[in-house]
């Protein structure tokens, strides 16, 4: 059983490349999240989607998009990357029981530097 | 005001302390509390959940004050291994996201 498994693991980009961060769960959860976390900062929330086909901003969602065509997958892109988006990302996932939300898991993170 | 608060520390404590950690949040409408544990550049993994009669696993107590929209976790008899980030995180209904708390930072001590 991997749970959630987030590709790649490391990268470092050039500034204005794009990329994309794959999350792929096999729990069959409903909800997915990707969250950015920095020194000080704790993990803020990036956008997260509560079913296939559905998405929604949360804290700090400029600069990057997502998709979840699959409710297996969530994506994360940066279309044109910045320094300011050099960060540990990390993706989640968690589902709903009688009106209650479980817990979420985490991948094991991906380190993106952009220089 | 932030939507969860903790107190970031750090708590630097000897083996065998008791320490506690706080947490508030406001949304009223929040059903479901957790505590995370964090290592470093690890990902977060559940301590435990939080429910509102309280509740208890093994050294760990978690507490639920919801008129005060408040959480709380102790710990007692401190070990080394329990020097981590501990991260206070709280959900609201559907389609409403997780939301965490910057974490604090506990550091045990021989």
């Known amino acids: 059983n991997a749970g959630v498994t987030q590709t790649p693991k490391f990268r470092v980009l050039k500034t204005g490349q794009s990329m994309t961060l794959l999350c792929a769960q096999d729990?069959?959860?409903?909800?997915m999240y990707w969250y950015r976390q920095d020194p000080g900062m704790g993990l803020r929330l990036i956008h997260y989607s509560v079913g296939e086909g559905t998405t929604a901003k949360g804290e700090v969602p400029d600069g990057y998009n997502v998709s979840r065509l699959k409710k297996q997958n969530f994506l994360l892109g940066l279309e044109s990357a910045a320094p300011s988006q050099t960060s540990v990302y990390f993706c989640a996932s968690s589902s709903l029981v009688e009106g209650s939300r479980t817990e979420a898991f985490f991948g094991q993170g991906t380190r993106l530097t952009v220089v | 005001r932030k939507e969860v608060e903790q107190d970031p520390g750090p708590f630097n404590v000897p083996e065998g302390a008791t320490v506690a950690f706080n947490c508030t949040y406001s949304?009223?409408?929040?059903?479901?509390f957790f505590w995370y544990r964090q290592d470093c550049r690890k990902e977060p993994k559940l301590l435990m959940s939080?429910?509102?009669s309280g509740n208890e696993d093994g050294r760990f107590t978690a507490q639920l004050n919801r008129a005060s929209q408040y959480i709380s976790l102790l710990i007692r008899d401190s070990k080394l291994s329990d020097s981590a980030t501990y991260l206070c995180?709280?959900?609201?209904?559907?389609?409403?996201?997780?939301?965490f708390g910057k974490g604090t930072t506990l550091s045990v001590s021989s």
């Open positions: 939080v429910y509102s």
């Open positions: 729990m069959n959860h409903e909800y």
């Open positions: 949304n009223s409408a929040s059903q479901s």
């Open positions: 995180v709280v959900n609201g209904w559907a389609g409403t996201a997780l939301i």
